[in-house]
């Protein structure tokens, strides 16, 4: 359906199946890189587990697209709309995201308890408390070292009403230079990186260079928004046009996908904000409407369903097992086991935690925010 000053994308209520599945592949997929990359068997297995960081990537085009794709007919100028998007999304994320600083917080104990007493402990548990852990290289990594991709996500859901209400309005062609602009910007950060050199490491940067403007260059919330927008802006443009879909459209860019995460074709620094951005806002767009796809039957579907508290949750109960089995780290058995508990735990966190907590805090604030509106 098209306005008369634009395309104005749909907003189904119904779930994308494919989509929802494509969550829980990446999921496991930033596991595997996480656990598994050095204990896989073969040579193609460990290059695919090496690059599982490129899955948080889709995720941000992913989770533009997805909120596009529901909310973007909203009328966010209202402020009503403004604060239930914000109430839902709150709701959505924190609740699982504390109980994983506290699971992180247990692992690291006692000497999380002894930073608590200084203050650069204090400053770095305010950022995490507050979705701000990105933003300083002092809590991206404090308990849960995955969880810095929370505090980008905080940022896409503070813009977001803003966005949708732009995009709305601009033309098909416009849309496409959206997509076109946004996939330029992210070649910015890691083009400067490289010019600049700023950790002086007189080489390109590479997997595993712990160093201090490479942190930033891979976790800062500012620089992932392009990622954000032009998955927006590509679901607005599709709409819930199914002509779009293809099969042998999604396996050519998830191909294409793979091996240019894997060849090393690609700059490492150009990985996590660049050059697949085309791929993967192409393979969201030829998942969208293929409930036949392998990626819509119901494990699959299952695990997108506990992808988040399968996310959120795997550094932090990683990091408490091995405090009790040091062996985890390097031993291949124990890191399907710890795979196989997480799997079933996150199942059970998402039915018996996050929905419920979901629908109590919704509940709560809107009585709130409904309570503050009469008393104004």
Known sequence: MTSPRGPRATTPRTEILPLTGLRGVLAWWVVLFHFGRDLVPTALLARIAASGH??????????????????????????????????????????????????????????????????????????????????????????????????????????????????TVLSRRALIVAVALSWAATFLAPALYTALDPDHLGRPLALGDEVLWGWYLKFFPLQRIPEFVAGAAAAIYVGADARLAHPLVAVASSTGLLVLATSGIVPFAYLHSGVLVPLVVTLIVALDHQCSSWLAAWPTVALGHASYATYIFHVPLFLLFARFEPAAWESGLLVVAYAALLAVLALAVRAGLEEPCRRLVVRRLAVRVASTRRAS
């Open 54 to 167: 490129v899955a948080v990537d889709v995720f941000f085009v992913l989770s533009g697209y997805v909120l596009a794709r529901r909310y973007a007919g909203v009328d966010f100028r209202r402020r009503e709309a403004r604060r239930g998007f914000w109430v839902r999304r709150f709701a959505r994320v924190y609740p699982l995201y504390l109980g994983s600083l506290v699971i992180g917080f247990a692992a690291s104990a006692p000497r999380s308890l002894a930073e608590l007493a200084t203050l650069k402990g204090l400053v770095c548990a305010t950022l995490q408390l507050g979705l701000l852990n990105a933003w300083s290289h002092r809590a991206m990594f404090a308990h849960n070292w995955a969880a810095w991709s929370l505090s980008v996500e905080g940022l896409f859901y503070v813009i977001a009403p803003w966005l949708f209400t732009r995009l």
